[in-house]
């Protein structure tokens, strides 16, 4: 019995280890490790600040058991703090920050990035925790118009003049559009490299002193413009210049327009010169309500002159116009090298004031993570939140903290997407279907089942799960008619002899032209002759 309690002594002791570990994860490699498993109040400070209204919640991410922090309202600052226990000195080893986000509801204006904050000596507290509280690092998504990376800030102090200043990762990953939950890593080096991965893959690789790795570099240029140098009033910059020697031709005519009249094109056969383009209409007539004294007098509306339509044009002729073959423009001198030309002025380089030399950037401490946004979108998910010493760490937590949840993600996405792909492929599958079969109907051959082809399409509009069977029923039925139009069917009987004789005669008072005022009738109606254009 006493072993039996001292065993089970023993594995509530590991039991309570463990989670303590996965709260903490106290070991010399992993700085801060926060998983939300448990309710972050007491752990995390809300900012007090009045403009940051949003509200944390403690939720688990869609689909999982997994606990994480949540941006519950769209429209809305947010502002959270978590300090550490002592600060971080970046100066020392490898540093890796990482963190996971999902955006639930997707991404369209919001930010999801973490900074990690300098001493509160620096001039700030948790409560009153703001866009303005001084950070060392400020790393993860943006995406809002324009705006679509991943951020990474290094806030470095300049040695020469005290002042901080922001240097912007160049050319920075862009953010994962989709809603799945993705792992965010940045890894600082030694030798000054910085790393970004995104779901454990290298997406950028820069060097924290290499001006073009960061805009502004670090390190200032050796040299500057001389803010006092001014150009000379003498200094040419044009490299051309019009020839001062050259003359206009004498025969070059500045004042010949550009088009002329064509004096060989004649007035088209048929003009109407006496007919207007267009008449009153003569069948309008003037409102009954229609007063001349507060309305005006009335007039009626204007239509195309139906004489012209038979007519090549109506109204006065005049000739087209034709380019000028003389023409030539403003006579201009051609131009030539400029002796004169010394190039582009710039001012000339002093030696910078401001400049200095760096090993390493002279990093300030982290003390605290803050997540201060603002973000149109509700649903964004922090998660598993870490602060480490050495990269496998790192590596370690995404495989079995985001590994896993990614991939049940991914393959619940994959299947959605594969239905919404069958179910817009039958229905572009479909569209074509109708399509073909409407134009088949209409074929002449086959105008004694068109009603019933039609009423096949019909349905299967309503009911799109009958494509399949409408389609094979009118398969059958072309089959069919192609059968018998390749064999025939019956022969019809002969027509007695009188009866033939009797049509080939007409009865009396028909009309011999009987036939051809039948076609004329049944023919389509004679397409109305366009207006000419009138020729200028």
């Excluded at 399509?435 to 074929?443: E, G, P, Q, R, Y």
Aim: aromatic fraction near 10%; charged fraction near 35%.
């Amino acid at each position: 019995m006493m072993r039996d309690r001292q065993l089970l002594s023993a594995v509530l002791l590991i039991l309570a280890f463990v989670s303590l570990q996965k709260l903490c994860y106290c070991d010399d490699q992993t700085v801060l490790y926060e998983s939300f498993d448990e309710a972050f109040d007491g752990r995390w400070i809300v900012s007090k600040n009045g403009d940051y209204e949003g509200v944390w919640k403690h939720e688990k991410s869609e689909g999982h058991d997994d606990y994480g922090l949540l941006v519950s309202e769209k429209a809305r600052k947010y502002g959270i703090v978590k300090v550490l226990d002592e600060p971080l000195n970046l100066k020392e080893g490898t540093v890796v920050l990482q963190y996971e986000v999902r955006f639930q509801e997707g991404l369209e204006c919001g930010g999801a990035y973490l900074k990690y904050l300098r001493p509160q000596e620096a001039g700030w507290t948790p409560e009153g925790f703001d866009s303005e509280s001084p950070y060392s690092i400020m790393f993860g998504p943006d995406k809002c118009g324009a705006t679509n990376k991943v951020h990474f800030i290094l806030k470095h102090k300049n040695p020469k003049s005290g002042e901080y200043v922001e240097h912007h990762l160049k050319f920075p990953p862009s953010v994962p559009y989709d809603k799945l939950s993705h792992v965010y890593t940045a890894i600082l080096k030694p030798d000054n490299e910085v790393r970004i991965l995104v779901d454990g893959e290298e997406k950028k690789k820069a060097n924290l002193l290499s001006g073009e790795d960061f805009e502004p570099a670090l390190i200032p240029d050796k040299t500057i413009p001389d803010p006092e140098d001014k150009k000379p009033e003498d200094w040419d910059e044009r490299a051309k210049i019009p020839d001062p020697n050259a003359v206009k031709p004498d025969d070059w005519d500045e004042d010949a327009p550009m088009e002329i009249e064509d004096e060989e094109a004649e007035k088209p056969e048929g003009w109407l010169d006496d007919e207007p383009e267009e008449v009153d209409d003569p069948e309008a007539t003037k409102p009954e309500d229609w007063d001349d004294e507060e309305d005006g007098m009335w007039e009626a509306p204007k239509i195309d002159n139906p004489k012209c339509e038979a007519a090549p044009g109506c109204g006065e002729w005049k000739r087209p116009m034709k380019r000028n073959p003389a023409y030539k423009g403003k006579w201009s001198a051609p131009m030539i090298d400029n002796p004169a030309y010394k190039g582009i002025w710039k001012p000339r380089d002093i030696p910078n004031p401001d400049y200095f030399e760096l090993d390493r950037p002279d990093y300030e401490p982290i003390a605290a993570i803050g997540i201060e946004i603002w973000t149109m979108q509700d649903g964004i998910l922090f998660d598993n939140i870490l602060i480490a010493k050495d990269e496998k760490v790192a590596e370690s937590y995404r495989q079995t903290t985001w590994k896993p949840k990614f991939d049940v993600e991914k393959e619940k996405q994959k299947a959605e997407e594969e239905a919404a792909s069958s179910a817009d492929g039958l229905k572009s599958y479909q569209k074509v279907v109708f399509d073909l079969l409407n134009k088949v109907a209409d074929l002449s051959f086959l105008s004694a089942y068109k009603s019933k082809i039609t009423e096949l399409i019909e349905k299967a509009e309503e009911q799109p799960n009958l494509t399949i069977g409408v389609l094979v029923s009118i398969v059958i039925v072309f089959f069919s008619l192609f059968i018998k139009l390749i064999f025939g069917g019956k022969k019809a009987a002969p027509a007695p002899a009188a009866t033939v004789e009797k049509k080939k005669k007409p009865e009396a008072g028909e009309s011999s032209n009987s036939e051809d005022e039948t076609e004329k009738k049944e023919g389509p109606a004679a397409p109305r002759k366009r207006k000419p254009r009138r020729e200028n």
